[in-house]
Every structure is written in structure tokens, then in C-alpha cells.
């Protein structure tokens, strides 16, 4: 009914990719032939990891058979667009676990894979009121076994993309990566340059040239008003050139490690001192070799896919004092960014 709706008030082109996220545990070769019949041509299929031990740590018991199935039934469709979600720092995770779960979703040959961090934010998430915090991976494990899975996922031939994706050499996001076109938005990377993006359902978010806006997140609220006729936002943010110039300078540092500072500037009509505050963030990261910086450029050069967040927090605005105020909003911003 929904993909219906969708191509009777809009004009999908054939090419148009038109991407799903599935729990593995749930596709079956009838479902895969109706979802491609829909028009789906890529689906994310949430692995975690496929160690058994680990999977009963955080209740989702899903053997790499299961996986297996899910992939050649999605194939048995020619949906061959898969895409696996892996993640790093969960509770029981071991350095030879998560190789192991690399290594095995590697070599079900995905297009693509990503590489997530596990976020404990039990505040935010009620269900991760049942994990053992005492189970969980310190800071140092966390970047070893970040490590190790990037390892593992790069020897079996895949292009590293950004901070936590990984493509086959001959997929669109890593031509997008090495031609200089890869973006990233707040839903990850892609190569889609649009400035709009509409959010249907629950608790969507949607992006405009002119800012952000979010539907309603309680079920009779959305239902009320959509039944009614009418949109169910009830909150947006307005963006300012301070926020557009800071996203671009963020988005440049998240795809390519690098940002330039002079470019950015000369576009947006800036002072030449306009970024002098945020560099002085970077002075330790500076001192310590880890980041080239002046006020025309920024350069990850040790360690990018760990450092670069870190390096794009120092232009973000509303994680701290810095230009563009906003602080009102960092504290509860700030709690979560930290617990990512």
C-alpha cells in the first residue's frame, strides 16, 4: 500500500535505488520475491555478531545459518544490494570472536558491510537495562577489536568508506569515496547529493534546505493527525549559515578525514579568523602529530577512522561554547555523543 501511495504521487525513476532494513531472522525466499516485486533492489540486513556467546548477552540469537539463508534468499530475488551491520563492543565481545564474525560475514560477500560502535545508553534505551554492564569492553578493548574487524574486513578486499563502512571495490559508494563525491547525511553515507529528504511514519526525520523537522513520536498523536489531513510535525529545527557552514566542514571531515577550511570560507563569505576557536580545540590532537591544522586546513593523519568524530566535535557548535551557540541543547546532546 505504502510503495503503491508512493509511486501514484511521485515519479520513481527505474534506476532509483529503493532500499529496505531487514532482521535476518525474518526473510524467507517468498518474502524476498514480494519485496523485489515491490521494487527493492538493496537490503540491510542487522548480523550484530555471530558469536553465540554474545548473542545470548544481548538476546539476539541469530547463527550465521540464519544469516546464510537470509543472504541467498535476498540473492534468489536478485536483491543483490546486501549490506550487513556489524557492531563492536558488546558485552562478551573478544578480539578472536569478533574476527571470527568478521571473517564469516566477509565471506558471504556483501556489496557492503558496516561497522558500528555499540552505544550503552540504557537511559535512552530501556532494554538495555538487562545487559551486564560489567561485560561490557573497556575504551581500550573497544578500539582493538574496532581494529581488529577493520582488519579483517580490508583483507578480504573491501574499500574502507569513512569512518565505518566498507564497500566492494566495484560498488557505487566506493566509486562515490574515490572520485571525491561520497556525502553523508544524518541517516550515513551515500552518494545521493539531494538536499531534501522526507520522513514518513513514526518519530521520522526529514531534512530540507532549510532545516530539520520531526514527526510525532507517540503513536495516537501521529495517528490523530494524520487522519485529520494533516502533516504530523511537531518539532524542527531552522538551520543558520553557521550551521550550514559547520555541517559542511563536519561532512568533509567524516568522508574524507580532511577538511579545507579556505574553500569553505571563500564560499560562505567568512572572516579568515572564523574557525580560530575550533582550531584551538585541535591543538593537543596537533601537538601530539595526530592532525595537521591551520586556518586553510585540516588533515586527520594518524588513526582517521578513531579520531575523526573527535576532530569534527571541535566545529560542532552545539557540543560545547563554541560559535553558534545553541548550548542550551549540549548537555543531553553531549551524554549521548559521549556514550557513542
Not at 561520497?182 to 552518494?191: A, V, W
Not at 570560507?265 to 584551538?280: E, K, P
Request: charged fraction near 20%; include cysteine; hydrophobic fraction near 45%.
Amino acid at each position: 500500500m505504502i510503495v503503491g501511495d508512493l509511486h501514484r504521487l511521485f515519479r520513481i525513476l527505474p534506476d532509483a535505488e529503493h532500499a529496505i532494513e531487514l532482521d535476518p531472522r525474518h526473510v524467507t525466499r517468498e518474502g524476498a520475491r514480494h519485496l523485489a516485486g515491490l521494487g527493492v533492489n538493496r537490503a540491510s540486513l542487522g548480523v550484530q555478531d555471530l558469536d553465540p556467546a554474545v548473542q545470548a548477552q544481548i538476546g539476539r540469537i541469530q547463527p550465521l545459518e540464519v544469516v546464510e539463508a537470509a543472504v541467498s534468499a535476498l540473492r534468489s530475488a536478485r536483491i543483490d544490494g546486501i549490506n550487513l551491520d556489524l557492531m563492536y563492543g558488546l558485552p562478551g565481545q573478544t578480539e578472536t570472536s569478533i574476527r571470527r564474525t568478521a571473517m564469516m560475514a566477509s565471506g558471504l560477500a556483501p556489496a557492503r558491510m558496516s561497522l558500528f560502535g555499540y552505544a550503552h545508553v540504557p537511559w535512552f534505551k530501556a532494554n538495555q537495562r538487562l545487559i551486564d554492564e560489567s561485560a561490557l569492553p573497556g575504551a581500550t578493548q573497544r578500539r582493538q577489536l574496532a581494529a581488529i574487524a577493520r582488519t579483517t574486513i580490508d583483507a578480504f578486499g573491501y574499500d574502507a568508506i569513512g569512518i565505518d563502512h566498507f564497500a566492494r571495490p566495484d560498488d557505487s559508494l566506493a566509486l562515490a569515496a574515490r572520485d571525491g563525491r561520497l556525502r553523508r547525511n544524518f541517516q550515513g553515507y551515500t552518494t545521493d547529493r539531494a538536499m531534501t529528504l522526507i520522513g514518513l511514519g513514526l518519530s521520522s526525520i526529514g531534512r530540507t534546505p532549510a532545516g530539520y523537522v520531526q514527526n510525532a513520536t507517540d503513536m495516537s498523536a501521529w495517528e490523530s493527525a494524520i487522519t485529520a489531513g494533516r502533516p504530523a510535525i511537531v518539532k524542527g529545527l531552522r538551520l543558520t549559515a553557521d550551521d550550514r557552514l559547520r555541517a559542511a566542514v563536519i561532512e568533509q571531515i567524516l568522508c574524507s578525514f580532511k577538511a579545507d577550511l579556505a574553500g569553505l570560507r571563500a564560499a560562505h563569505g567568512v572572516d579568515v579568523d572564523y574557525f580560530d576557536q575550533s582550531l584551538a580545540r585541535l591543538a593537543p590532537l596537533a601537538d601530539f602529530g595526530s592532525v595537521e591544522v591551520s586556518r586553510d586546513r585540516v588533515a586527520i593523519t594518524h588513526s582517521p577512522h578513531e579520531l575523526a568524530r573527535v576532530v569534527a566535535s571541535a566545529f560542532d557548535a552545539y557540543l560545547g561554547t563554541g560559535a553558534g551557540g545553541g548550548s542550551g541543547r549540549a548537555p543531553g546532546i553531549a551524554r549521548h555523543s559521549v556514550a557513542t
